[in-house]
């Protein structure tokens, strides 16, 4: 059974750094690519980045490039994202997700991030 | 970047309805696009691939069509269990977006 677990939300004042990890299970890790997702109280669904099967290539929207970065760790079967100088609008329930050819097969159960003073 | 537009924004139907929500992308995203249900509390879940493929497990009343830039998902014979929202995204080019998402209530 595929399962992804993410940890390490809570609230982070604005300008602080807060790094997620998603631990995978039931499934090849390493032959897959991984994404974050981010959805904003009571708000849709925005994609966050992307990681390639080995970590050489990663891809993010302009709203977190240059603060986030996500990276892999295929022998531990996780995958991370750490953000920086966040924001308030960064605020959002973020979800690590499975590849299943550019969109997404299974999602963990989301983890709260909040930003605010 | 590619847009999505989706349509209605919320809709309540009766049990055994049949429901179409629609997705219009800003250009031709070739067939590029999956369909999610969020039901309340929960993550979403992949309904619909390459814009008309049933993911393994997903009810055969739920269909999905389109081509181009005008997508849509069916469900016949609405059920109770399918109160939730529901998302298109768009995976022909980067970014990868979504569309504002559907609430999909019972009457």
């Known amino acids: 059974e595929v399962q992804l677990v993410e940890t390490g939300g809570g609230l982070v004042q604005p300008g602080r750094s807060l790094k997620l990890s998603c631990v995978a299970s039931g499934f090849t890790f390493s032959s897959y690519w991984m994404y974050w997702i981010r959805q904003a109280p009571g708000k849709g669904l925005e994609w966050v980045s992307s990681?390639?099967?080995?970590?050489?290539?990663?891809y993010y929207p302009d709203s977190v490039k240059g603060r986030f970065t996500i990276s892999r760790d295929n022998a531990e079967n996780t995958v991370y994202l750490q953000m920086n100088s966040l924001r308030s609008e960064d605020t959002a329930t973020y979800y690590c997700a499975k590849d299943y050819g550019s969109y997404f097969d299974y999602w963990g159960q989301g983890v709260m991030v909040t930003v605010s003073s | 970047d590619i847009q999505m537009t989706q349509s209605p924004a919320s809709l309540s139907a009766s049990l055994g309805e049949t429901v179409t929500i629609e997705c219009r992308a800003s250009?031709?995203?070739?067939?590029?696009l999956a369909w999610y249900q969020q039901k309340p509390g929960k993550s979403p879940q992949l309904l619909i691939y390459n814009a008309n493929s049933l993911h393994t497990g997903v009810p055969s009343r739920f269909s999905g069509s389109g081509s181009g830039t005008q997508y849509s998902l069916k469900i016949n014979s609405l059920q109770s269990e399918d109160v939730a929202s529901y998302f298109c995204?768009?995976?022909?080019?980067?970014?990868?977006?979504f569309g504002s998402g559907t609430k999909l209530e019972i009457k």
């Open positions: 995204q768009q995976y022909y080019n980067y970014p990868l977006t």
């Open positions: 990681i390639n099967t080995d970590g050489g290539s990663t």
């Open positions: 250009e031709d995203i070739y067939n590029g």
